[in-house]
């Protein structure tokens, strides 16, 4: 069974970079054609999709993110990564790691499974 | 951007009851929408893709219809472990979701 799992530090200074880890286990991320993505929801609210990779750099981020983030896949770790840089209050949240399914044409489209998510707060 | 709006926010239903949910995509997203549960402290959970597949292990109680940027969720009879909030997501054109509904208990 495939299962997501992320990790990093759970609390970052403003102006600093958000440095976040899925690790894959049950599965191959280079082997399987599918993928991956991050999505945040900030406390009390929605999700908002940040950014989607594939095993070979293949990339795909949210326009309204797209000047601070950065997706990167270590096939040798069965893991892909997310950064996000020069953070504010604003991007307090719990972050998600999740797999994309093959929609229309192997399409990456909906969001399963997903990690448990991990809370990361900006704070000084 | 294509912008999902889920309609009401929030839903009182009594246990046993049908629930409606809906939503409106800013424009047609053909059938690629999505449905998710999300209980509090959890991620969220696939209920439906292409509009109206189950995912794997959902329970029939749970259906999606339509197409184009109209978009329903109905539960037929709420179990206790139902009372959650509902998301939807289209995968058209990238990827966006809807604010949420919440369901409650009546």
């Known amino acids: 069974q495939l299962q997501l799992q992320e990790s990093g530090p759970g609390l970052v200074k403003p102006s600093e970079t958000l440095s976040l880890n899925c690790t894959v286990s049950?599965?191959?991320?280079?082997?399987?054609?599918?993928?991956w993505g991050w999505i945040r929801q900030p406390p009390g609210k929605g999700l908002e999709w940040i950014g989607s990779i594939y095993y070979n750099g293949g990339i795909y981020y949210n326009p309204s993110l797209k000047s601070r983030v950065t997706i990167s896949v270590d096939t040798s770790k069965n893991q892909f990564s997310l950064k996000l840089s020069s953070v504010t209050a604003a991007d307090t949240a719990v972050y998600y790691c999740?797999?994309?399914?093959?929609?229309?044409?192997?399409?990456?489209?909906?969001?399963?499974?997903w990690g448990q998510g991990t809370l990361v707060t900006v704070s000084s | 951007e294509i912008v999902m709006t889920q309609s009401p926010a929030t839903l009182s239903v009594s246990p046993g009851e049908r629930a409606t949910l809906s939503c409106r995509a800013s424009q047609s997203v053909s059938s690629n929408l999505a449905w998710y549960q999300q209980k509090p402290g959890q991620a969220p959970r696939l209920l439906i893709y292409?509009?109206?597949t189950r995912a794997t292990g959902i329970p029939a109680r749970f259906s999606g219809s339509g197409s184009g940027t109209e978009f329903t969720l109905t539960i037929s009879s709420l179990q206790s472990e139902d009372f959650a909030v509902y998301y939807c997501q289209q995968y058209n054109d990238w990827w966006t979701f809807g604010q949420g509904t919440k369901v409650e208990i009546k």
């Open positions: 999740a797999r994309l399914g093959r929609g229309i044409a192997a399409r990456p489209s909906w969001f399963d499974p």
């Open positions: 292409g509009a109206s």
């Open positions: 049950g599965g191959s991320i280079s082997s399987s054609n599918y993928y």
